[in-house]
Each structure stands twice: as C-alpha cells, then as structure tokens.
C-alpha cells in the first residue's frame, strides 16, 4: 500500500474511493485532482522522455507545463493536474511518446 | 566621451542571415562585430516553421536554395551543434485546379535546374501520407525528397557560437540607434554603448531592416506580416515531410521531440505586434481538420507568433547598396528566407572579403523595385 501524506486536520472532505496506478491501488477523495491523490501517494514520476528516458512529474500544477502527464484510461498525454480523479480510473507512467491511434 | 571600437565590417541583425554572414566573415579572418537588438534567434529566425525548402521557389531564389541545401546538409558537423535537420521531404498537396497548370509549371522549371521534384499521383500521396482524411478530394502532390526541416531554436545560436569561437564579438541586447555616413559611405553604426567603425555594414535586420534603410535615405518596399505558429503535444512519429496544401491555409510538421508544428499563413499588420490571435487559432484548427482529422482529439500545447517581412514579389533582396558605398541588405525574404540563410552568409562574405560572390545575385538586387510603391 501507498503512503498518505494529506493534512489530517481540520480538512473535509469526499469520498474516498480507489484509482489504479500501473496496476497498484491508490486512494483518491472526490474533488481531487489526479495529480494531487498521487502526490498524496508519494508517487512522484509520472511519465518518463521520449529521449533518454528522464523521469518527469508535477512542476506548474496549473495545466501548461505538460510535465505531468500520464496514460489515463488509455489516452496518452492527459494531464494529472487538470484531470479529476474518478473511482475505477486507470493510470499507466508514460514511457515516451507511448502509443496513439493516428492512423486509422 | 564616445567609446569608439573598430572592426572589419558590423553585422546589424541577429537572426540567421546576420549570424551566419558573421560566421563565414569570420571563417574568412575578418574581424566582425554583430549588433543584435534583443538576442540572437529572438525574431522571426526563431520563430518560424523550420522548413529549408527548395520546391515552390521563384526561379530567382531557386539555384541560392539548392545552394544552400548543400550547406545545411553539413552544418550540423561544421556547427558543431544538434540542430535537428533531417531531409524528409517536402510535399504540397494539390487540390484546386486552377492552380494545378501553375504547380506544373514550376516542377517543369525545377526539374530543369537539377532539382529531384516530383508529380506524385493521388495514391502515391496517400501512400506517403496514411493518416489524410480519407474522403479529401486531391489531384495529386509536388514532392520534394531532399527537402527538409530544423529546429529555428537552435540555428542561430549555433552561427553565433560558432562565430564567437572565430573570433566574432556577438554584442547583444545592442540595438541600432543609427548609422553615421560620410562621403556617400556608412562609416560607423552607434549604439547606446559605443560607436562601431567599420569598411563594410550587412543590414540583415528582418522586419526591422527598412527604418535602417530609411536613415541613409534608402527605400525598398517590404510590408511587415505576423505569422503564427501552433504546437501539438507530442506525438509518436506521424509524417516526417513537410506538409502544405491547396485545401488548408496551414502547414505542418513534425519537430523531432513529436509535437506538430502548425504555420498559420501570414497576415499584414501595422505595428510590431508580436502576440498570438486565438480567433486565428480556431480557424485554422478547423483548417486544419480538413487534412488531418486525427487532430481533432490532439491538444495544442503552445503557441507563438513572428514578424516576416515581405517584397512585392515575395523574392528577398541580397544586395550592396545602389548609392551608398560600404552597405549591403539582406532582407525582404517573405517567410521563406530560413533555407536561405547558410548560402546567404557565404555569399555577403565573399562578396565583402573578395570583391565578387560566388554566386549570380542579379535577379535578388535591390534596385529592382525601382518606382514600385507599397
């Protein structure tokens, strides 16, 4: 199991439920951001470069860096800091540019 | 008291022709200082789509970007320096028939100058490019195979290094206050920090070159366009061609990192206004849309604009000065000028160092605007 490193006190919040990171179960409350229930999780890489496989993870939190990215549901690129967390959700760590469905 | 430096001849403009003209004066044992307003690459050499393209020329400028292919196919290794050129090609897409006998016509004239250009049929085009909206009504495609692109970010800064290592002096964040002459001849340009004596001065200033002109009483007639460009998230390989089409106003391609760089057409404007238009951007996603559907679901991550400046024949100036001794322009180039740059250098060096470039520049004079206003 993952670490939780939320505030305890005085914080209200949703309910809780489970997100899967690469396989794993991580707990997520409603209203979370997926960036926020990993780095609650201390689950700091969440993609890894196309060139030389440098891992990369929450740096603006507001939606413009791109640095946060991961594979959500299977889309490629989506970013955890603008991406609600929801129950059931799945997470993959990036590897490079990953797979897309360009040609169809 | 005035701090008076002196050197063989000063570059004003760092954007790719004035750092690769201060590299090869350099190359050539000229002591050379370059004067930059902001810093090198901040403009449009910074700014544009990356394509070094040969196909779709004037036949003015056709036989100086052969040239100049020639050039960037080993300047990665004369740089020194990753600058992301690779020659996948360039392809337009052929879709209006009114302007199909006009495409012909300049493979026709192309090919006779010892381009490899080709006529490629709707299914070769499809066959190069899978991911084309299935139902777009094409004619066919131009392709140019030894076309190609690069990274704008990294060209000018390696000129410049390179130069510096030559022993150029890259000053920037100097910008041209003006230009002193003295018997029919430029002698010395003035910045906030010093004076700068020289023989010779290349203007290759963007779209920043015609109020230099104007203070030594010299007109040509460029108008000033913005041009936007768009960047997707990065993607996994797609299309390593640039693309342009009849049916979409944008062109396409992909920079190495995976993100898809989308060139708005250029539009007039009246001032030096540098920034992005979104209404631009939903236009020509749309566009877009048009050749491409996968980017419907493709997000746009970054944008930017930059200023080109134009000539009434869409032909750049490469010229000394008709009254004016000591004063050559590079400009005019009409967002297309980036291909250009490394031959562009080579050419005012010669010029300059030897008396005589290496190349025939008649048909990019200056004078040829005589009488034309803008």
């Known amino acids: ?104 | 008291m005035v701090n008076v430096r002196e050197a063989a001849v000063v570059v004003v403009g760092g954007g790719i022709m004035g750092c690769s003209t201060a590299y090869e004066l350099a190359k050539k044992g000229q002591s050379v200082i370059l004067l930059e307003k902001g810093f090198v690459g901040a403009e449009a050499s910074g700014r544009n789509g990356g394509g070094v393209r040969q196909q779709k020329r004037d036949p003015a400028e056709l036989p100086l970007a052969m040239e100049s292919v020639k050039i960037w196919q080993g300047l990665q290794e004369e740089l020194e320096w990753e600058l992301e050129y690779h020659q996948g090609g360039n392809l337009h897409i052929l879709g209006n028939p009114d302007r199909y006998d006009f495409f012909v016509e300049q493979l026709r004239y192309s090919q006779e100058a010892g381009l490899d250009v080709r006529l490629l049929s709707p299914e070769e085009t499809r066959r190069l490019l899978p991911t084309l909206r299935k139902d777009l009504d094409l004619l066919g495609s131009t392709f140019c195979p030894s076309d190609g692109n690069a990274n704008p970010l990294f060209v000018c800064t390696a000129y410049a290094k390179a130069a510096q290592q030559l022993g150029a002096e890259i000053r920037e964040h100097e910008p041209l206050e003006r230009l002193t002459v003295k018997s029919g001849r430029v002698i010395a340009a003035l910045t906030a920090q010093a004076e700068y004596r020289a023989s010779d001065f290349v203007i290759a200033a963007g779209a920043w070159s015609r109020p230099i002109c104007h203070q030594i009483g010299l007109d040509f007639p460029v108008a000033v366009k913005r041009s936007q460009l768009m960047v997707t998230e990065p993607l996994p390989p797609v299309f390593t061609e640039f693309i342009s089409a009849d049916q979409c106003s944008c062109y396409f391609r992909q920079a190495l990192s995976g993100g898809i760089h989308i060139g708005i057409p250029s539009a007039p404007i009246e001032d030096h206004n540098k920034t992005t238009s979104y209404d631009a951007f939903k236009i020509a996603g749309q566009s877009c849309l048009t050749l491409f559907p996968f980017l419907e679901k493709v997000s746009i991550v970054h944008s930017w604009a930059g200023l080109t400046n134009w000539t009434p024949d869409a032909v750049c100036i490469i010229d000394k000065a008709p009254h004016v001794e000591g004063f050559y322009l590079t400009a005019g180039h009409s967002g297309h000028g980036f291909c250009l740059g490394p031959i562009t250098g080579r050419l005012l060096a010669e010029w300059i160092v030897d008396g005589t470039p290496s190349m025939d520049l008649s048909a990019v004079r200056w004078t040829r605007f005589n009488g034309i206003d803008l």
């Open chain 1, 1 to 104: 199991m993952t670490q939780d490193l939320r505030i305890r006190k005085d914080v209200q919040r949703g309910q809780a439920f489970e997100i899967e990171v690469d396989g794993l179960p991580v707990v997520a409350y409603e209203g979370e951001t997926v960036a926020a229930a990993l780095m609650a999780a201390g689950i700091r890489t969440t993609n890894q470069t196309a060139r030389g496989d440098e891992p990369r993870g929450v740096c603006c939190g507001i939606g413009l860096c791109y640095g946060c990215t991961m594979v959500i549901d299977g889309v490629p690129n989506t970013r955890t800091c603008q991406t609600l967390a929801q129950p059931g959700m799945r997470l993959e760590t990036q590897k490079g540019l990953q797979r897309w469905k360009v040609a169809e």
